[in-house]
């Protein structure tokens, strides 16, 4: 690429950076995991900044490729063992605020696609529809993967862990 677009590129990387690793963490679970997915997104962006149509800034677009790249991953990985601090189904109704799965834990136990529609809805704060076109899916498949996420993740923490819905 020449010089300007260079300069483009490192300025949007510059701005938006910490944003999108925090994204990225969120979708793996494992710091040293989304950095190394940032850098593939960043990788990919680079490769296709002079013919992308937001130069501005393409946080949809970066968003896009760190939720297809981090799904490819799970599903090549998804065979490996994870090591957690305690079993999925081991919290007891009596156990302490630092023995119970938190939401960390439990949002990690979704499926990706599942943990990516939680994530930028609710993290990211996108709405049903921007969250359908990062995914390239329906409204109505984010309408439904939000609501069975809910629902695994409150069979998973107590009450008072989760946020409410206030529609």
Known sequence: MGDELDAEFDAFVRRRYGGLLRTAHLLTG???????????????????????????????YVRRVLV???????????SREQVLA??????REDAGPADRLDLWVALRQLPPRMRAV??????EDLSEAATAEVLRCSVGTVKS???????????????????????
């Open 68 to 78: 297809t790249t981090q799904t490819g991953w799970a599903r090549r990985f998804s």
């Open 145 to 167: 993967q939000t609501s069975r996420g809910l629902a695994r993740l409150r069979t998973r923490l107590p009450a008072d862990d989760l946020l409410e819905d206030k529609r």
């Open 30 to 60: 494992d710091r040293a995991l989304a950095e190394d997915l940032l850098q593939t997104a960043l990788l990919e962006t680079y490769r296709r900044w002079d013919r992308l149509a937001d130069r501005e800034d393409p946080v949809g």
């Open 86 to 91: 305690f079993p999925p189904d081991s919290w």
């Open 118 to 123: 939680l994530v930028l809805r609710f993290y």
